[in-house]
């Protein structure tokens, strides 16, 4: 009686071990489940990360992939608001508790026993992959499917700030890291209404910034540069995930500015208090969107024809994929294609 699904994915089978066929079975969906058959997904850094056991929480056979967009192949019993066929999408968290503080007050994205898509089960560098209803999201109708992925991870980790800090079109805004991140927030800000400044170490990049929204450029290394834009900003988003000299950053804040992380950086901050008290400025840091953060997300993306800039990779060139992202050339983020 016990209806079984075939699941081909690819899996690494140890830390730092290179992606290969993997197949599992996966027993009746359940109440709340729903299945997707995967169409792309995009490979984030923190698949890597993952890969690698950077974070000490990997388990093996590991299969990354949660930069996920599909179509509903299969539905539980108990759910109402995705029907089979329908195009969704699924990033970072694939269920959450329902009924912690921050569920009920719609932070999902915070709640402390949140599943993550990749860690101890499975992920979209598959045909299929099963998530809890609740953190699968419709996409609206006029958002380019190729290129959607990388805003379930990437895009919404930067949309977040502005929906929760109330970024205002009257803000000036920095964002320091032209990379994966980087690029979508510059896209996001600049249609926000934001005036948008781009800190980056690369030459070629500065152009792109550029083209890509920001309407000016600082070099994140030329220390006398950042001196001269003291007191520029309302807000900083800094999407990298190296040490830099925080304190100069501070102090390119305006009064009550914030210098926001959600570039992971390992390294402790080494942050002086005077400059923070003196201008009441913060520091702070956030995670992946809410479901409703993320659905707000596709519409305002979907309204400006905001896209990720990707490189496409059939699902099977998974390794060569991993080695673009590796070589840190790729502009910007990768897809993989089911196609
Ligand atoms: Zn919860
Ligand atoms: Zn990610």
Same mark, same amino acid.
Request: hydrophobic letters at 40%; proline letters at 4%; glycine letters at 10%.
């Given at each position: 009686?016990?209806?079984?699904?075939?699941?081909?994915?690819?899996?690494?089978?140890?830390?730092?071990?290179?992606?290969?066929?993997?197949?599992?079975?996966?027993?009746?969906?359940?109440?709340?489940?729903?299945? @997707?058959?995967?169409?792309?997904?995009?490979?984030?850094?923190?698949?890597?990360?993952?890969?690698?056991?950077?974070?000490?929480?990997?388990?093996?056979?590991?299969?990354?992939?949660?930069? @996920?967009?599909?179509?509903?192949?299969?539905?539980?019993?108990?759910?109402?608001?995705?029907?089979?066929?329908?195009?969704?999408?699924?990033?970072?968290?694939?269920?959450?508790?329902?009924?912690?503080?921050?569920?009920?007050?719609?932070?999902?994205?915070?709640?402390? &026993?949140?599943?993550?898509?990749?860690?101890?089960?499975?992920?979209?560098?598959?045909?299929?992959?099963?998530?809890?209803?609740?953190?699968?999201?419709?996409?609206?109708?006029?958002?380019?499917?190729?290129?959607?992925?990388?805003?379930?991870?990437?895009?919404?980790?930067?949309?977040?700030?502005?929906?929760?800090?109330?970024?205002?079109?009257?803000?000036?805004?920095?964002?320091?890291?032209?990379?994966?991140?980087?690029?979508?927030?510059?896209?996001?800000?600049?249609?926000?209404?934001?005036?948008?400044?781009?800190?980056?170490? &690369?030459?070629?990049?500065?152009?792109?910034?550029?083209?890509?929204?920001?309407?000016?450029?600082?070099?994140?290394?030329?220390?006398?540069?950042?001196?001269?834009?003291?007191?520029?900003?309302?807000?900083?988003?800094?999407?990298?995930?190296?040490?830099?000299?925080?304190?100069?950053?501070?102090?390119?804040?305006?009064?009550?500015?914030?210098?926001?992380?959600?570039?992971?950086?390992?390294?402790?901050?080494?942050?002086?208090?005077?400059?923070?008290?003196?201008?009441?400025?913060?520091?702070?840091?956030?995670?992946?969107?809410?479901?409703?953060?993320?659905?707000?997300?596709?519409?305002?993306?979907?309204?400006?024809?905001?896209?990720?800039?990707?490189?496409?990779?059939?699902? &099977?060139? @998974?390794?060569?994929?991993?080695?673009?992202?590796?070589?840190?050339?790729?502009?910007?983020?990768?897809?993989? &294609?089911?196609?």
């Amino acid at each position: 009686m016990n209806k079984t699904t075939t699941i081909n994915a690819y899996a690494a089978n140890e830390a730092g071990g290179s992606l290969e066929p993997f197949t599992y079975e996966v027993g009746e969906l359940k109440p709340n489940e729903v299945e @997707i058959d995967v169409l792309y997904c995009g490979i984030c850094h923190s698949d890597l990360s993952m890969v690698d056991n950077e974070w000490g929480m990997s388990e093996y056979p590991l299969v990354g992939g949660h930069e @996920i967009i599909g179509k509903v192949s299969s539905v539980g019993e108990n759910v109402v608001h995705l029907e089979i066929g329908g195009t969704v999408g699924l990033g970072w968290h694939s269920g959450y508790c329902g009924h912690c503080e921050s569920c009920h007050s719609g932070d999902e994205n915070l709640c402390a &026993s949140a599943e993550g898509t990749i860690v101890a089960r499975h992920g979209g560098f598959a045909d299929k992959v099963r998530a809890d209803a609740a953190s699968v999201i419709v996409v609206p109708e006029g958002i380019d499917l190729k290129s959607a992925g990388p805003l379930l991870c990437g895009g919404i980790t930067v949309f977040n700030p502005l929906v929760q800090f109330d970024v205002k079109s009257t803000d000036k805004v920095a964002v320091i890291g032209i990379g994966g991140l980087g690029h979508i927030a510059l896209k996001f800000l600049s249609k926000w209404g934001c005036e948008v400044t781009a800190f980056t170490s &690369s030459e070629s990049k500065r152009e792109e910034a550029l083209k890509l929204g920001a309407h000016k450029t600082l070099n994140s290394r030329d220390e006398a540069e950042i001196e001269a834009a003291a007191y520029s900003f309302d807000f900083i988003i800094s999407t990298v995930n190296v040490k830099l000299d925080w304190n100069l950053y501070i102090n390119t804040l305006r009064p009550k500015g914030r210098l926001h992380f959600v570039g992971a950086t390992l390294e402790p901050l080494d942050i002086g208090a005077f400059p923070l008290i003196m201008g009441q400025r913060s520091v702070s840091g956030s995670p992946v969107g809410s479901p409703a953060t993320i659905e707000q997300m596709f519409d305002f993306a979907n309204r400006h024809q905001i896209q990720p800039q990707v490189e496409m990779f059939p699902m &099977s060139d @998974i390794n060569k994929a991993f080695d673009r992202l590796k070589s840190g050339e790729a502009r910007y983020r990768i897809v993989l &294609s089911n196609e």
